[in-house]
């Protein structure tokens, strides 16, 4: 198992230099820089800044330097914000996307399992139907056009919601259900097709000839089998719901990580972007190996650590 | 004996999108305590469907139950509500199925498969049904049971899980047994070994059997009366000396015909029966087996012959055995 969590923590290490890497040269490659403002800087004000961030050295020495404060975690000042260490305005925005951050992938988790779970209990009728035109809309409508969509009823024409901001619980609401919309349209159509698929199985026939209740044998065979896949969708579902926050964000005007975030593209704040850049992949590639975890945990028959000659295997042959 | 099964002209129809399946045609066959009865017949005859019709676990639609009656136990099955069957499944009737390697849970430890039965129907407390667990898999002659109970399905072999899945078919020690041909998917060798420990079972439990399969092999050594099943309808029953000694209807003894034999010339081959059952969705007027038959007569299309009474045990569904047709070179 030590060998197993080392190996696999080489392989994190190896994917995260790779993205710093790739980061860090692609946004030397996007002509302009942090003080390529509308109003033209005197040009040694421009100089003397950029010896002060280091921008004039050679870009090996650069690429050396940036991998050096990744290493210590010390992502240096902000080019735009002086007040600020990219370290402060990530624990400041952090704490904001990840609250929203949970409360999507909870609910989509709750509501996608609940509308799949539903429509393959009634594979034909009305809820089955209900539950996957809204999935389809779900999945098709882009969480931009769905957040503006329900700004515009449940705050500006109803006025049941704040439009903006992120404060009291009430404000969570809307930005919570468009960032939820897409990932839970998936779970329900990927809760639905698997069920569907497990309760073809012999096993729920044996669970069924024991005599125990119908509700029985959906929660402790069916769902059981069928949220497999869903567990491997968490991964990629916490990308969607990251990366889905950098637009939810800006329309609400929530002043988190994805907000930042994109401010710091727009402004070339190189390191800014580095620095979310790198905590989104940590969180991203931590997320992954969570998801490989939990895997073995739901179904014993996938042997994570990838070694044979220990359990039952063995006595198969007895 | 006691009778403790009485199925009477059962009737099964499955709707799908090309027409309404026939699978039963009206069967008729009784089980009585402590014995067993093998149903034989070639795939899609409709014995599965019987089987599953006893314990009501065909999915109902698309199927229905036409007509007919499930006498268990002097008590009628078919009018039986969902929650009255919870009462039967499990407890008054086990069941087995084919494939050992797809009818267990795949993600539930093996013994809280088997305890689930016992914490349901005997309201047994989680320590007691897993001692009875543990007891359950020693009678299934599963070695070290203590370690096994915690041991997922696929960590067994697939004899193993086939004992594990006979123990739990007998946890709550059922009156009635249905095998649903429960050593198909098996290897030869643990074909054999898991017959005997059914035998076994059975002689220490005193529970009846219902033994479906398609293979004469199985039922010669463990059954007392055979039910031969053609395109939904009984064709011949009788005792297993009857069946296999003096077959009457022509597909029981095609049947009889295409097992190999010992002590048979190596050049002999195999006799197969030609052709492919009727079509169940407009089933024939006449007798299923005619277009097969190789001493088919004009009346064998028009209409089916009744179960002619051949002794007192030994019933056969044939117009050979009708009075009229005495003298009839076969």
């Given at each position: 198992m030590t060998r197993f969590l080392l190996r696999r923590l080489f392989f994190v290490l190896i994917s995260l230099w790779v993205i710093i890497s790739a980061t860090f040269f692609l946004m030397k490659a996007?002509?302009?820089?942090?003080?390529?403002?509308e109003k033209k800087v005197p040009d040694e004000i421009l100089k003397s800044l950029e010896a002060h961030y280091g921008l004039d050295k050679p870009l090996a020495v650069q690429y050396y330097d940036y991998l050096k404060s990744v290493v210590t975690w010390d992502l240096g000042p902000s080019f735009r914000y002086d007040a600020e260490t990219v370290n402060q305005i990530i624990n400041r925005t952090f704490k904001i996307s990840l609250v929203l951050g949970l409360e999507a992938l909870l609910l989509s988790i709750a509501l996608g399992l609940f509308f799949g779970v539903m429509a393959a209990l009634y594979h034909n009728k009305f809820q089955d139907y209900s539950s996957m035109v809204l999935a389809v809309i779900g999945m098709s409508v882009p969480s931009f056009i769905l957040a503006v969509f329900l700004q515009y009823i449940f705050a500006i024409k109803f006025d049941i919601f704040p439009a903006g901001r992120f404060e009291s619980p009430l404000h969570h609401v809307l930005p919570a259900l468009s960032l939820a919309a897409l990932p839970t349209a998936f779970i329900a159509r990927l809760t639905r097709s698997n069920m569907l698929e497990v309760l073809q199985q012999d096993y729920i026939k044996t669970a069924r000839a024991k005599g125990i209740k119908e509700n029985a044998v959906m929660i402790k065979h069916a769902i059981r089998n069928a949220i497999l896949p869903v567990v491997t969708y968490l991964g990629p579902l916490t990308a969607g719901i990251l990366t889905g926050s950098f637009v939810v964000e800006n329309i609400y005007g929530i002043p988190g990580l994805g907000t930042q975030f994109v401010q710091s593209i727009t402004n070339r704040d190189y390191t800014v972007i580095m620095g979310t850049t790198v905590f989104y992949s940590i969180i991203l590639v931590f997320m992954i190996f969570v998801v490989d975890m939990l895997y073995g945990v739901i179904d014993?028959?996938?042997?994570?650590?990838?070694?044979?000659?220990?359990?039952g295997n063995a006595n198969e042959f007895q | 004996m006691e009778k403790l099964l009485e199925v009477k002209d059962l009737h099964v129809s499955f709707q799908t999108y090309s027409g309404e399946v026939q699978a039963v045609r009206g069967v008729s066959f009784d089980v009585k305590k402590g014995e067993t009865v093998a149903i034989v017949g070639e795939s899609g005859c409709g014995k599965s469907v019987t089987a599953q019709t006893i314990i009501k676990l065909i999915p109902m639609p698309p199927g229905e139950i036409k007509q007919g009656s499930i006498l268990f136990n002097e008590k009628?099955?078919?009018?039986?509500s969902k929650k009255e069957m919870f009462e039967i499944r499990g407890k008054e009737i086990g069941m087995i199925f084919q494939d050992p390697m797809t009818s267990l849970n795949p993600t539930m430890k093996v013994g809280n498969q088997i305890r689930e039965g016992l914490i349901k129907h005997q309201r047994m407390s989680p320590r007691a049904a897993t001692e009875r667990a543990i007891e359950l898999l020693k009678l299934v002659e599963i070695p070290q049971p203590e370690k096994r109970i915690n041991q997922y399905p696929h960590e067994f072999s697939g004899g193993m899980r086939q004992r594990a899945m006979i123990a739990i078919a007998l946890a709550c020690n059922p009156k009635l047994l249905i095998a649903d041909e429960p050593t198909t998917a098996l290897d030869v060798t643990i074909q054999a070994q898991i017959l005997k420990l059914m035998k076994n079972i059975q002689k220490k439990m005193g529970t009846s059997i219902i033994l479906i399969t398609h293979d004469l092999g199985v039922v010669a050594d463990l059954c007392d009366r055979i039910v031969v099943m053609y395109a939904g309808k009984v064709v011949e029953q009788g005792t297993k000396r009857e069946i296999f000694k003096n077959p009457q209807h022509p597909y029981t003894k095609g049947l009889l015909r295409s097992i190999p034999r010992l002590d048979q010339e190596k050049e002999t081959s195999l006799i197969p029966i030609f052709g492919t059952p009727p079509?169940?969705?407009?089933?024939?007027?006449?007798?299923?087996f005619c277009e097969r038959c190789d001493d088919a007569m004009n009346i064998c299309k028009l209409e089916d012959a009744e179960l002619h009474q051949v002794s007192e045990t030994h019933q056969s569904r044939c117009w050979l055995l009708h009075p009229m047709a005495q003298g009839v070179e076969s």
């Open positions: 996007v002509p302009g820089g942090p003080f390529s403002a014993p028959r996938i042997n994570i650590t990838g070694d044979n000659a220990k359990g | 009628e099955i078919v009018t039986k079509d169940l969705i407009s089933p024939p007027d006449g007798c299923g």
